[in-house]
């Protein structure tokens, strides 16, 4: 089983600053099996990035995603209020789904 | 557009069987991997398993013993069911539509498990 390492734990920013998420395997994942999830409270959460860098329909450009191998990143490169949230990581690469256990942005 | 709806009992006992639908709208099940997903209060997400349209299945291996995910194509449904629960899975539970990512998602359901 792949595990996943999200860091940090929480990550304190104010609006328009940049935010750098970090996501690490315990094993190779190839990039086009790497995705990101945004949830805000009381939500589902929201698909935000597929093959580790490809934004789904209608996520801003503000959103990036890079990394290959082990070692994966989200960036927000100007955080906006809607932004603040819980981040999460997720492999696809094996048989099984594993999710990393979330980075949370909130307001300074 | 395609949507996902949760269904099932609130409130379960302990040592009882969980079980719930995803009842899924404005689209196929076919060519898709369906996942269950939970969320315990305060806390990350857990993957549950799937089921392949086709009717293969994977399951997390921490809750393989306990679990079983089920397909009905011809109500474009698929369930889960958890036996022998415990206080430990009571959650906000979510279905998913999979290709590898997630795509689409139920709004989730609360379960509790409480006598």
């Known amino acids: 089983e792949i595990v996943l390492t999200q860091s940090p734990g929480t990550l304190s920013l104010s609006p328009g600053e940049r935010a750098t998420l970090s996501c690490r395997a315990s094993?190779?994942?190839?990039?086009?099996?790497l995705a990101w999830y945004q949830q805000k409270p009381g939500q589902a959460p929201r698909l935000l990035i597929s093959g580790a860098s490809s934004r789904a329909t209608g996520i801003p450009d503000r959103f990036s995603g890079g990394g290959s191998g082990t070692d994966f990143t989200l960036t927000i490169t100007r955080l906006e209020p809607e932004d603040f949230a819980v981040y999460y990581c997720?492999?696809?690469?094996?048989?099984?789904?594993?999710f990393g256990q979330g980075t949370k942005v909130e307001i300074k | 557009q395609v949507q996902l709806q949760e269904s099932g009992p609130g409130l379960v006992k302990p040592s009882e069987t969980l079980s719930l639908t995803c009842t899924l709208s404005g689209g196929s099940i076919s060519g898709y991997y369906w996942n269950w997903i939970r969320q315990s209060p305060g806390k990350g997400l857990e993957w549950i398993g799937f089921i392949y349209y086709s009717g293969n299945t994977n399951y997390n291996p921490s809750l393989r013993s306990r679990v079983t995910i089920s397909l009905d194509t011809s109500k474009n449904q698929f369930s889960l069911n958890l036996t022998s629960v415990t206080a430990a899975d009571t959650a906000v539970y979510y279905c998913?539509?999979?290709?590898?990512?997630?795509?689409?998602w139920g709004k989730g359901t609360t379960v509790t498990v409480s006598s």
């Open positions: 997720q492999q696809y690469g094996g048989s099984a789904r594993t």
């Open positions: 094993q190779r994942v190839s990039s086009y099996y």
């Open positions: 998913a539509r999979d290709w590898g990512y997630m795509d689409v």
